[in-house]
């Protein structure tokens, strides 16, 4: 037998693991993160803002919310309390994720207008009627604090310039595939 020979597949194998090992430790040593690694670019302003053209705009966002705070309304109706409960959670988070997409708006008179303390009021007031009457499981509450949420939520769209948005109570369940009867236990 002769010298010791690796066969092209044995090469280009020992070859890609070298590479990758070396990307591996500079990893490691913080000198590359996974986006450098798969794209070669070095985090610059160009592609924060690129990324900022691929974060949804806040009516995306708020359509969510209305479907969800619309669900909510017929849960309690029905009183599905632990649906009911789900959907509160649910739309609170997508306007907390709405404030992280833009957390200041122009008013109409271009002044900044902060959105997170206007959250922050509603939250402790009237959504914390909502989630109180939930937790008690009060038809007579829930109906009264959701309305009163509405008013919160109008309150905020007025501060924002926004008031040809008025929030009321729902005619109709946003979806029809969720069945908000509480002693539901199997699909049809």
């Not at 053209?53 to 708020?62: D, E, F, I, R």
């Not at 309690?76 to 708006?105: C, M, S």
Request: charged share 20%.
């Amino acid at each position: 037998m002769g010298p010791l020979r690796a066969s092209p597949v044995v090469a280009v194998l020992l070859f890609a693991g070298a590479f990758t090992g070396g990307l591996a430790v500079e990893y490691w040593r913080g000198r590359a993160t996974p986006h450098t690694l798969a794209t070669g670019s070095t985090g610059t302003s160009a592609d924060v803002d690129r990324l900022k053209t691929l974060v949804p705009s806040q009516s995306h966002s708020m359509a969510d919310v209305g479907y969800h705070w619309t669900n909510l309304w017929f849960a309690g109706q029905q009183k599905n309390w632990p649906l009911a409960d789900f959907y509160f959670d649910e739309a609170r988070q997508h306007i907390q994720w709405t404030i992280r997409i833009r957390p200041v708006r122009k008013d109409d008179a271009g002044r900044d207008v902060n959105l997170q303390p206007l959250f922050e009021a509603v939250d402790a007031s009237t959504f914390a009627a909502v989630k109180i009457a939930i937790e008690r499981k009060s038809s007579a509450d829930f109906a009264s604090a959701y309305k009163g949420a509405l008013e919160g939520c109008y309150s905020c769209h007025k501060a924002s310039g926004k008031p040809f948005l008025h929030p009321i109570v729902p005619s109709a369940p946003a979806q029809t595939l969720i069945d908000f009867n509480p002693d539901a236990t199997a699909a049809p």
